[in-house]
């Protein structure tokens, strides 16, 4: 099976009413951890590729994992760009082969974001490419995305529509309380979304794909068993699975994963080197690496996305 855009999945994810996970990946032992939870339970997939992520690994190199992963495992994907910050990133992902492309202009003034994503939607579309767009700006941090709580503001639903209808996007990422990074929300704040905002936009514009980003759970058992082996994250809290579960039954077609990923990753490699001191092939921490990703991806599918097919 080959890459897909994003549309049709979005179709299916919204009136069987499921959102597809979209993961960030770096190295090949993400992508075949992910692979392989997707192949065991047939679930599409977006793989999601950063700006940091490309320069870390490489573009190029990631696309070819891609492909062949998801070749071997006959599964449905998406290559995507997240968070791309420049028309003339979009375009090099489109020309090499991404699927679907994200231009996050919404540090931008409105009308700025409108003319900056109508033009990547412009050619994208005539590449069979999807676009996801971003109203609001999330708080947090992960990789070279950084918004301070002041500058944190939820989205307009009116806005929404008229930045849909202008710039033609396939999707679009809004914020209703989400958030970058493991600190999502304050030491003593009770974790929430905006579900009303999520429910005008689907009343606005039923049937329109809309995007969560910042949408790790931040599990807490992983975060005790990380300062167990030395790793020090302070106030980590994530959003509920109960709650992305919900916004998946409604207009939510995509629920990014991150940072659990990350921490995931982090623990199982820590909790190898701990238990096997003399070790020091690559492929012993690695491999356990990637079966927590297998893993945690199979739980995100069946817990909170709901896209088994």
Do not use: W
């Not at 050619?123 to 609001?136: I, N, Q, T």
């Not at 918004?147 to 503001?153: F, G, L, V």
């Not at 929300?185 to 809309?210: K, Q």
């Not at 096997?276 to 199979?298: I, Q």
């Amino acid at each position: 099976m080959s890459l897909v855009n994003t549309k049709e999945m979005f179709e299916k994810a919204y009136i069987k009413r499921y959102a597809v996970g979209a993961f960030n990946v770096c190295n090949m032992e993400i992508v075949q951890g992910i692979s392989q939870a997707c192949r065991e339970l047939n679930s599409p997939v977006i793989f999601q590729v950063s700006p940091g992520a490309g320069k870390y690994a490489g573009h190029e190199y990631l696309k070819s994992i891609l492909e062949v992963a998801v070749e071997e495992n006959n599964i449905e994907a998406a290559l995507h760009l997240d968070h791309g910050n420049s028309f003339e990133l979009c375009k090099k992902c489109i020309d090499m082969g991404f699927t679907s492309v994200m231009i996050d202009g919404s540090s931008l003034p409105f009308e700025e974001n409108v003319s900056l994503t109508s033009r990547v939607v412009d050619y994208a579309s005539r590449r069979d490419v999807s676009v996801e767009g971003e109203l609001g700006r999330l708080q947090g941090i992960e990789d070279h995305v950084e918004c301070s709580d002041e500058r944190s503001i939820f989205t307009d639903p009116m806005q929404v529509k008229e930045f849909v209808e202008k710039t033609g996007v396939n999707s679009l990422a809004i914020a209703i309380g989400t958030s970058h990074g493991v600190n999502k929300f304050g030491v003593d704040s009770v974790p929430s979304l905006r579900f009303d905002i999520l429910e005008e936009i689907e009343n606005l514009m039923p049937g329109f794909p809309i995007v969560l980003h910042g949408a790790s759970s931040v599990n807490e058992n992983t975060v005790k068993e990380l300062h167990r082996y030395g790793i020090d994250i302070k106030n980590a809290k994530g959003v509920p699975e109960k709650m992305l579960k919900k916004a998946a039954s409604m207009s939510v077609c995509k629920i990014n994963i991150d940072s659990d990923l990350r921490l995931s990753i982090t623990l199982a490699i820590r909790k190898f080197m701990d238990e096997n001191k003399t070790n020091f092939d690559p492929r012993g921490y690695l491999g356990c690496a990637r079966t927590a990703v297998c893993e945690l991806v199979k739980n995100k599918i069946l817990n909170v996305l709901g896209s088994v097919s």
